[in-house]
């Protein structure tokens, strides 16, 4: 109906279709629907001027806005008859749009933008109108332009930036208030959304603690001020629960592991420096918080760009093997889905980059595809959270699943998962050949994935069992004598071989057998604690 009609209703169909993904629509849907309309092209065309481009452009603007995955393109091409409409639709969308310099801005600029405005545009008109208004003090002009903005449902965030403004700038605290009372009063402002925004004011003030000292008291002293003018429904405090408690010794170890953890981060984020991350996470002393630190670190990802999110995922994979447990992995998910529907107000498209990090979860096999429905059965049902772990299922079940996930965030830090354990089996087959084992460790080294190498020892035993060539445990002994394998990594790579010891004994009837002689090898030269056991009895 869109393509029939003026450009303005076609921007406005571009972006109904944002605001319907993933709430209502899922990924997998959105992709039926577009190549149906591709199968149809050669219909479209006989009532429609200009077919071809117009689909392209929404199959373009689709891509941009992240609905559609680029790779759609390639599979539905293959599948189009050559002779097909649909077939140019893809190849106009490819060569017109999608290659052209700063593709991004041309094709959401196309037919005019007026209806399409982003949440950080929104943010931003929303701070300069509040600034204009504590310099002039014209409450129906601020009222007007809150108005004219057009976004109701978004009003929690005018209410959560003129308090923070108010605690800013003190002198312009009774403005503020003014203006929010009329707004209440006025109905421009709902009351739950009134009490939306002081919820979310209420969850950021440990934040914001930071830079305005005396926040917790100031927004202490402006609750009951606005219940009692009758402008903040008194369901606020109920809903609050006890956040307007004074913090217990607990709240305080949270909110000192929170500053810390937020430092860290945004260290390795300059470093890219892994084992410093760790050192230092082990210097807190604090494992019962890693499931708060995995929620900062994938939260403040987020919200930034690709080579972050990358660098999140690549450091989940060493924490995972390093020093946090799947518990602590799947509580952090878990808190993190929780929170999705407050996440996706500050961050666009939250809930797909969530299920991205999920579904890279488990292709890193930080999760296991079990992991995921453990998840989503402690989530309340058809929340946001919940359908994020449904979207992530989608797509850890696609086909090429694998690669495509792989490379989700540009894959900046090395080699896929698969690359890897390709070049760890070859490099273990010229070795048991006859190599050298300087050069084998080179190559691992050269591999660049420390966090990875209990791979190499997993792949390493097995290889000793099948060719009954103990030559492997040299090899493991020089790695770990020149400290290119880790403790960590030596007792997770016997791990893995000990959790799977049922289906190895299958190809390998004396394994078990082995695995004990292995083990015992592993605790003489240091490399298990002597506590390892050759089953999973301990704690």
Request: glycine fraction near 6%.
């Amino acid at each position: 109906m869109a393509m029939d009609r003026h450009d303005k209703e076609k921007e406005m169909a571009s972006v109904l279709l944002s605001a319907l993904y993933a709430d209502v629509v899922t990924s997998a849907e959105i992709s039926q629907g577009f190549f149906m309309l591709l199968e149809a092209a050669d219909d479209l065309a006989v009532d429609i001027l200009d077919a071809v481009d117009i689909l392209a452009l929404f199959i373009a603007r689709a891509v941009v806005d992240d609905i559609l995955p680029p790779a759609f393109l390639n599979r539905a091409a293959k599948i189009l008859p050559e002779s097909s409409k649909g077939l140019q639709v893809l190849h106009t969308a490819e060569k017109s749009y999608l290659s052209a310099p700063h593709h991004a801005e041309l094709v959401e600029k196309k037919w005019g933008g007026s209806t399409h405005i982003t949440v950080e545009e929104v943010k931003k008109k929303i701070t300069d109108l509040l600034r204009e208004y504590v310099e002039s003090g014209d409450t129906a002009e601020a009222c007007r332009c809150i108005r004219e903005l057009g976004v109701s449902f978004f009003h929690h965030e005018v209410v959560k930036r003129a308090l923070v403004l108010a605690m800013e700038i003190q002198s312009g605290e009774p403005l503020v208030l003014k203006l929010l009372k009329e707004a209440a009063e006025e109905g421009l402002i709902s009351s739950s959304q009134m009490v939306k925004g002081f919820g979310r004011m209420a969850e950021s003030l440990d934040d914001l603690s930071l830079d305005i000292p005396s926040a917790k008291a100031l927004f202490h002293s402006l609750v009951p001020k606005a219940i009692s003018e009758g402008w903040l429904d008194s369901s606020f405090l109920k809903s609050s629960g006890e956040a307007g408690e004074p913090s217990d010794e607990d709240d305080e170890k949270v909110k000192h592991f929170k500053e810390e953890a937020v430092t860290i981060i945004h260290e390795y984020f300059l470093s890219d420096d892994i084992p410093e991350l760790i050192r230092s996470l082990e210097d807190l002393a604090a494992p019962q918080f890693n499931p708060v630190f995995l929620k900062k670190l994938i939260t403040l990802a987020m919200d930034r760009k690709n080579r972050e999110k990358e660098m999140a995922s690549v450091l989940l994979s060493a924490l995972h093997t390093e020093i946090f447990s799947t518990d602590d992995i799947v509580n952090g998910f878990v808190m993190l889905l929780e929170s999705a529907e407050d996440t996706a107000l500050d961050i666009l498209d939250a809930s797909n980059e969530l299920a991205l990090f999920l579904a890279r979860a488990v292709i890193d096999d930080v999760l296991a595809p079990l992991n995921l429905e453990e998840i989503g059965s402690r989530l309340v049902p058809n929340c946001t959270g919940a359908e994020t772990v449904h979207m992530a299922r989608s797509l850890v079940a696609a086909r090429h699943a694998g690669e495509r996930i792989l490379r989700c965030w540009g894959g900046g830090t090395g080699w896929a998962v698969e690359d890897a354990k390709d070049k760890i089996s070859k490099l273990l087959e010229e070795y048991e050949s006859g190599g050298v084992v300087g050069e084998a460790c080179q190559c691992i080294r050269d591999l660049g994935m420390p966090f990875f190498n209990h791979e190499v020892v997993k792949k390493a035993l097995v290889m000793a069992m099948e060719k009954k060539n103990d030559n492997m445990l040299d090899l493991l002994q020089e790695c770990f004598g020149e400290g290119l394998i880790t403790i960590n990594q030596m007792t997770k790579g016997f791990t893995r071989i000990r959790d799977g010891m049922e289906d190895l004994a299958l190809d390998i009837p004396n394994a078990e057998e082995k695995f004990g002689y292995y083990v015992e090898q592993g605790k003489k030269n240091g490399w298990l604690l002597p506590a390892f056991f050759t089953t999973g009895a301990e704690v």
